[in-house]
């Protein structure tokens, strides 16, 4: 049907629309300024205020143009309006609420203000300690309000007579030593922090059923655990836990207590603040009487430190006496460790009522008057039963003593001589000296650093190792170093102190440390000679399979803090360091994380070659690992670190050096084909670079150059696994090679990437979901079309080798009956057969001769390009069949109409069969115009209008046809 295509010459010139617009200084959405001028001549920049008086000031000639929303809010965006509006409305209730939060900030503003630093914020180091010390032992818990039995024996009944409720919390106060005590043995330490919840949830269930008495048996109870020390290395943790319940028990109390002070009642005039504040006066007594009537010190001293506050609702209230009679009180508690938490406690309560610090620094002389108790015969022996050694029992009283020595040093240097002084003159004074090192400021340890260095030096204590005091020191200098002038000396004295140590453990764990304050502070030279000695010491014995930890951590710190990462990478003993991970799954992970940091912290680009090497070292050792069991994200990951480091190795103009680069990259990284894919990219970059050098006119050196490039690229994409990537390098490098008049090159690889079609899957699986690759292999062609039409033909080959084998492929591959690809594809190649018809065509690859030159619109080769278009119709016509019988009748139409817009713009309408094709495809759209867009109709007539416009005058015998083919799709 379609046998007598002709191609018409292009008569008309295409011409683009160009939308209008206007030079602008400001931003469209910019809110609008104005100008007003008073009077007097001054000026005053104002936003436009719609609704105000500005208007009346402002000159007559100004006018403002803004958005509704902004003329109906005043000028203000509209959530803030609506924020404002119902704030001005705001009920009676909300304003009541909201100036009660406003008492209640300025109440605890005092507290805020002491602990507005983390330094003392207990419930940041709350889960530090629960997460270090644990156990493994049996614990037990004595109480009688965790029994399923009689329910009535815990609850008050509800009572008619105030005096008979009143009788019964006597009678249950006279009773308090119940028989219905349960010892509950042999618990986990899962099982005793359930436990210990449930009570803290019974004494709010008590609390708010008006259970006081019961509640407060339950606190009384549980501060009694406090003096169990059954479970030495557990009881920091269980002083957490018992302290959670003290701390809730306080809330509720001292919340009472302030309701009866802040409500009020508006049914009853006659109740006044002064009696509302006397009865919250006499039930504060009430609770303190209670207190005072429990026999055992332990629970006696820990419920008052609870309620502590309460006392401001007294009006004899002293907290600094108090504090220092709490203080003087904890004196009678034997236990070395029992008091330490005590005081520890009393310090945290104190702190929210008083910043005094007077009874923090008794609290610290008395630790200090009982210190020698810590290394006693008996507290040994415990230890000893316990089978625990001195080393974890003198780390128990770290949290304690930690936030003791940091509440009295907060924000003051008052007592900080008088701590190191009595430091000093203590005898085993390791753990004094941790805690100092953890609670004084970083500023000034660092200040006083040598004197530090020589304390540390010199003490010798059992129990605390030199190691962990030269570990915290490390990590204080890490925070603030010590002054430029003092810094060398201040390492070389504190390593003749560390490079004594035997044990490896206890060396690595302080080295590591250290490492951040090395390499911020201190030249290559030193961090060379740090990594060595690290090397010598940890290679003694293998010492390094069971420190690989400490080893990465400190390598990373190294790498992250040291400015000049790849004067870091040449050094002599970087990559021995290296060599000291045996592990393979260790080693894996620190070369990621060497490349990765590398990539973030190094320069744009480098050309050392010894760098070079290192990092080739280094991804080598990753494409080794790489392996056909290896995950797809580790892979990607993998090959990502590597082809970052490929790309910022630049050794200038000197691109022989670079290509021989990327060829010996080649050989490393076999198992990564992404890293192929950097490599293509960066060879094709190389040839474009070479071309800009010598702008488009290659010597014979460079062309033997680019030709070298195209040769990389078309040996190295064959050994990439997926046949999209290879197709699109291939298409990529054939665009390159014919930028750099490698015809040849171009050829080759433009026939390789349409020989790969035939194995082209039809869908690719990508992160578990199938993709199908119709859509990217119809982009493609049309890609490769567009490259096509510039792209001479070879005299070996004959007339449009390329594009016929482009659409012998493109029938061979299994396309879905009711894709409309293959007729999408088809489309394009009448655009190139028509482009090829032209005399010259619409643009051009410099210094290369295309077809249009070649043949000089040559009749032969014009009646070959006719032949190529009835053939290409044929097959359009065949899906367009095929689409039908599929009953895509929407994609049938549209593609329809696209053949018919290109028959009206290339072929000679004066061919009957022509003509006659183009009203057939015209009236098949017609007939299926209810499954198109309501609109493209009328769009096709005004399309085929407006070329008839454009050739009326240029072209008599075309315009005639189309005339026709107008009279009839008016008509349809």
Not at 237 to 264: M, W
Not at 438 to 445: D, F, G, R, T, V
Request: hydrophobic share 40%.
């Amino acid at each position: 049907m379609a046998s007598d295509w002709e191609c018409v010459p292009r008569s008309y010139e295409i011409t683009k629309n160009e939308l209008q617009g206007h030079q602008t200084y400001e931003h469209p959405l910019k809110l609008q300024t104005v100008m007003v001028v008073d009077s007097k001549g001054t000026r005053n920049n104002q936003r436009a205020s719609f609704g105000s008086n500005t208007s009346s000031r402002a000159s007559s000639n100004i006018s403002l143009l803004a958005e509704p929303l902004s003329m109906a809010l005043d000028g203000t965006d509209p959530l803030s309006q609506f924020v404002r509006q119902e704030q001005e409305l705001m009920d009676p209730l909300s304003q009541m609420a909201t100036e009660y939060e406003t008492f209640q900030k300025k109440t605890l503003k005092r507290e805020k203000d002491i602990l507005e630093d983390d330094a003392l914020n207990w419930s940041s180091k709350r889960l530090g300690i629960l997460n270090r010390f644990t156990t493994s032992e049996k614990l037990s818990i004595s109480t009688s309000f965790l029994s399923t039995g009689v329910a009535g024996s815990d609850t008050i009944k509800a009572q008619t007579v105030v005096a008979d409720k009143v009788k019964y919390r006597l009678e249950q106060l006279d009773n308090f030593e119940d028989s219905s005590m349960r010892h509950m043995m042999d618990l986990t330490q899962q099982e005793y922090i359930q436990r210990i919840e449930q009570l803290n949830q019974e004494l709010v269930q008590s609390w708010h059923s008006d259970q006081r008495v019961k509640a407060l048996k339950i606190v009384i109870q549980c501060s009694k655990m406090l003096a169990d020390t059954t479970v030495l290395q557990f009881y920091p943790s269980q002083f957490v836990l018992i302290t959670d319940i003290l701390d809730q028990f306080g809330k509720l109390v001292y919340d009472r207590l302030n309701g009866k002070c802040a409500k009020g009642t508006s049914e009853n005039k006659k109740v006044t603040p002064e009696i509302m504040r006397e009865s919250a006066r006499e039930t504060c007594q009430n609770w303190f009487f209670k207190i005072a009537s429990i026999r055992e010190l332990i629970p006696r001293l820990y419920v008052e430190m609870a309620i502590i506050k309460c006392y401001e609702f007294l009006a004899d209230c002293d907290y600094e006496k108090i504090l220092m009679r709490l203080t003087n009180i904890i004196r009678g508690l034997g236990d070395p460790l029992v008091a330490a938490y005590a005081r520890c406690y009393l310090v945290r309560v104190g702190l929210t009522v008083t910043p005094n610090k007077e009874y923090i620094y008794e609290n610290f002389k008395n630790f200090l008057s009982v210190y020698y108790m810590i290394f006693s015969g008996s507290i040994r022996s415990e230890i000893n039963r316990q089978r625990i050694d001195i080393n974890t029992y003198l780390s128990l009283y770290g949290p304690a003593l930690d936030f003791v020595l940091q509440a009295l040093i907060h924000k003051t240097n008052l007592y900080v001589e008088d701590i190191m002084s009595k430091c000093k003159e203590t005898k085993n004074n390791g753990p004094l000296l941790m805690s100092i090192l953890n609670a004084l400021k970083s500023e000034y340890i660092a200040a006083n650093a040598m004197e530090f260095v020589k304390i540390l030096g010199n003490t010798n204590t059992d129990g605390t190792s030199k190691g962990l005091l030269f570990r915290a020191l490390g990590k204080s200098v890490c925070r603030c170093p010590p002054l430029q002038e003092q810094r060398i000396s201040f390492l070389n004295a504190s390593f003749h102190t560390i490079n004594t140590f035997t044990d490896p453990k206890e060396y690595i764990n302080c080295v590591e440390a250290w490492a951040q304050f090395v390499a911020e502070n201190f030249s290559v030279t030193e961090v060379n000679i740090f990594l060595g000695n690290i090397n010598t010491r940890m290679s003694i014995g293998k010492a390094y399979e069971k420190h690989y930890p400490q080893l990465q951590n400190i390598l990373d710190k190294i790498m992250q803090n040291y400015k000049d990462i790849e004067l870091l990478l040449i050094q002599e003993h970087f990559l021995p360091y290296l060599d000291l991970f045996h592990k393979e799954s260790v080693k894996i992970e620190v070369c990621k994380n060497i490349l990765t940091i590398f990539k973030r912290n190094s320069r744009d680009y480098t050309s050392d070659a010894i760098v070079t090497n290192s990092l080739m070292y280094i991804g080598k050792i990753l494409n080794d690992y790489v392996t056909a069991l290896t995950v797809e994200d580790e892979r990607r990951q993998i090959a990502n670190l590597i082809s970052s480091f490929i790309r910022k190795v630049n050794f200038g103009h000197d691109f022989e050096q670079q290509l021989s680069f990327y060829v010996e990259a080649r050989g490393a990284f076999p198992n990564l084909d992404a890293v192929y894919s950097t490599l293509v990219h960066a060879v094709n970059k190389l040839a474009i670079e070479t071309r800009q050098i010598v702008k488009g006119q290659h010597t014979r050196k460079t062309a033997a150059f680019v030709k070298a490039c195209a040769a990389f690229c078309f040996i190295t994409i064959p050994s990439i696994t997926a046949i999209n990537v290879q197709m699109d390098l291939y298409l990529l490098s054939g665009q390159i090679a014919l930028l750099n008049l490698c015809l040849g090159q171009a050829d080759a690889c433009f026939e390789a990437a349409l020989l790969l079609v035939s194995e082209l899957p039809r869908s690719v699986e990508i992160e578990g979901k199938v993709k199908s690759l119709e859509t990217y292999l119809v982009s493609y062609m049309c890609n490769m079309l567009a490259t096509l039409v510039v792209v001479p033909d070879s005299p070996e080959q004959g007339v449009l080798y390329l594009f016929r084998l482009l659409l012998d492929v493109l029938n061979k591959f299994p396309f879905e009956l009711q894709s409309s690809g293959p007729t999408t594809v088809y489309l394009h190649a009448l655009d190139l057969l028509y482009v090829q018809s032209l005399d010259e065509f619409p643009y051009h690859i410099p210094n290369v001769i295309s077809n249009d030159e070649l043949y000089g619109n040559d009749p032969k080769f014009v009646n070959e390009v006719n032949i190529m278009c009835s053939q290409v119709v044929e097959y359009i016509l065949n899906n367009l069949k095929s689409l039908g019988a599929a009953q895509q009748f929407r994609t049938q139409a549209t593609l329809a109409l696209e053949l018919f817009l290109r028959i009206i713009r290339f072929a000679d309408l004066s061919k009957e069969k022509t003509f006659q094709l183009a009203i057939n495809l015209w009236l098949l759209a017609v007939k299926l115009e209810s499954h198109l867009d309501a609109k493209l109709i009328s769009r096709t007539i005004k399309s085929v209008e407006e070329t008839y416009r454009l050739i009326k005058d240029s072209n008599a015998l075309r315009a005639q046809g189309l005339a026709q083919v107008l009279i009839r799709i008016r008509n349809k």
